[in-house]
C-alpha cells in the first residue's frame, strides 16, 4: 500500500471506529442506522473502485483527457490522462444516498427526508456542472454563479422557508450561506497541481467533519448531525476508491468535477450540522492557499495559467517558483526540492494536523 492510502485509510478508519464506540456506550439507537449507512458507502466504495477503469476508457475515447504537466520530459509526461473522473464517485455517491435516504426515513423514521433529497439535488447538479466546466471549460463569473444556484434548491427546503416565515437576519443569512460552496468549490480547486492533492484533502476534511458529527450526535442528540454523517461516510469511501486511481503516479485526474462535487457536499454538511464556521477551521490549509494567492488571483501580479512548480530534469523532482504564489510552492521552497508523491504526503500530513488543530479549537479551547 502506498503511503498517501496508508495515510487516508488510516483517516477514514480511526473516525468510524470511534464513532462505533461512541454510539454503543452513548446513542445506542443510532448505531444501527451509522453501521446501515456505512455498509451502503462500502459498497458505494466498490462500485467506485468497479466503475473507474470502464468509465475511464469512455471518457478517453471522447478526448476528455491532458498531459500531466508535472511529468513533461518522461514518457509519463507524453500520455493523455483521462481528466472529469470526479463525475463517477459523484454519481455513485447520488445513488447510495438515495438508498441511504428512503431506508432512513421508512425504516429508522429519521424525518429529515426533504433536507435529504435537496442536499443531494444541490450535490448532484453542482458535480454535473463541474463535469461540464472540465469538458466546455466555463468562464470564472460563471464558476461563480452556478454553484449560488445549484444551492438554491437546499436552502429552500430549510425549515424556515418552509414555514414562510422569513425575516430580514434569515434572508441574509441564507445569502451567507449561498457563499459557503463558491468558497469551498475554489479553494479545493486552486489548491491542487500535483496527483492526488484535491482528493486527499477532500477526504481528510471529510474525515474532520466526521468526528464532528459524532461528537455531536452522542453529546447533543442531533438528527441534523445525524444526517450529516451519514452523507460523508459515503463521500469519503467513494473518494477513497478514486484517490486509488489519482494519487502518483495518476492514471486519472479527477478535474473540476470532484472538486464542484467536494465542494457542495461540504457546504451541504455544513448547513444541516448548522457548523460552517467550523468547516472553515477544517479548510485551514486551503485559506492560506486562497491568501498566497489573493494578489494574482485579483491582478496585482501576473498570473499564469497553470501555478506549477518546475522540474529538475535529472532528480524529477519538483522545485518551488518564486513567480507562483500558492501554498505549494511556497511549501516547495521552504523544504526544498521534493518528488511528487512526496510533496503530496506531506501536504496530506498537514491537512491532518490543520484538521485536529480545528477540533481541538472547537472543543478543547472554545
Not at 84 to 109: D, K, L, R
Not at 193 to 205: D, F, K, T
Not at 275 to 294: D, E
Request: charged share 10%; net charge neutral.
Amino acid at each position: 500500500m502506498s503511503t498517501i492510502m496508508l495515510i487516508m485509510s488510516t483517516a477514514i478508519s480511526l473516525p468510524l471506529l470511534f464513532g462505533v464506540y461512541s454510539f454503543t456506550t452513548t446513542r445506542v439507537e443510532c448505531l444501527p442506522l451509522f453501521l446501515y449507512a456505512l455498509v451502503i458507502a462500502i459498497i458505494a466504495y466498490f462500485a467506485t473502485d468497479k466503475s473507474i477503469p470502464t468509465v475511464k476508457e469512455v471518457v478517453k475515447k471522447a478526448g476528455i483527457s491532458a498531459s500531466d504537466l508535472n511529468k513533461q520530459g518522461t514518457s509519463a509526461g507524453e500520455k493523455e490522462i483521462p481528466e472529469g473522473m470526479g463525475i463517477t464517485p459523484a454519481i455513485i455517491f447520488v445513488f447510495a444516498n438515495i438508498v441511504i435516504m428512503i431506508v432512513s426515513e421508512y425504516v429508522f423514521n429519521v424525518n429529515l427526508f426533504i433536507q435529504h433529497l435537496s442536499g443531494i439535488l444541490s450535490i448532484c447538479v453542482c458535480a454535473l456542472l463541474g463535469f461540464s466546466d472540465d469538458v466546455i471549460n466555463l468562464r470564472w463569473i460563471t464558476k461563480i454563479i452556478l454553484p449560488v444556484i445549484a444551492m438554491i434548491p437546499f436552502l429552500l427546503s430549510s425549515h424556515t422557508f418552509a414555514n414562510g416565515a422569513v425575516t430580514y437576519i434569515d434572508m441574509v443569512y441564507f445569502i451567507q450561506q449561498s457563499l459557503v460552496p463558491i468558497f469551498c468549490i475554489n479553494s479545493i480547486e486552486i489548491y491542487s497541481g500535483i496527483n492526488g492533492l484535491e482528493v486527499g484533502q477532500s477526504i481528510i476534511i471529510g474525515c474532520g467533519i466526521i468526528l464532528h458529527n459524532i461528537i455531536e450526535v452522542a453529546t447533543h442528540n442531533s438528527d441534523s448531525h445525524l444526517l450529516s454523517l451519514m452523507i460523508a461516510v459515503s463521500f469519503i469511501l467513494c473518494s477513497l476508491a478514486l484517490l486509488k486511481y489519482n494519487k502518483f503516479p495518476s492514471m486519472i485526474f479527477a478535474g473540476n468535477a470532484y472538486c464542484y462535487f467536494a465542494g457542495m457536499t461540504f457546504a451541504v454538511l455544513g448547513f444541516l450540522g448548522n457548523f460552517s464556521k467550523t468547516l472553515f477551521i477544517f479548510f485551514i490549509p486551503q485559506i492560506l492557499n486562497v491568501i498566497l494567492s489573493l494578489p494574482q488571483l485579483v491582478g496585482l501580479i501576473p498570473i499564469a495559467r497553470h501555478r506549477l512548480p518546475a522540474i529538475d530534469n535529472d532528480s524529477k523532482k519538483l522545485i518551488g517558483q518564486s513567480q507562483h504564489w500558492n501554498l505549494l510552492n511556497a511549501f516547495l521552497r521552504i523544504v526544498g526540492p521534493q518528488n511528487e508523491e512526496t510533496a503530496c504526503n506531506y501536504l496530506m500530513m498537514f491537512q491532518v494536523v490543520c484538521c485536529g488543530v480545528g477540533l481541538g479549537a472547537r472543543y478543547i479551547w472554545a
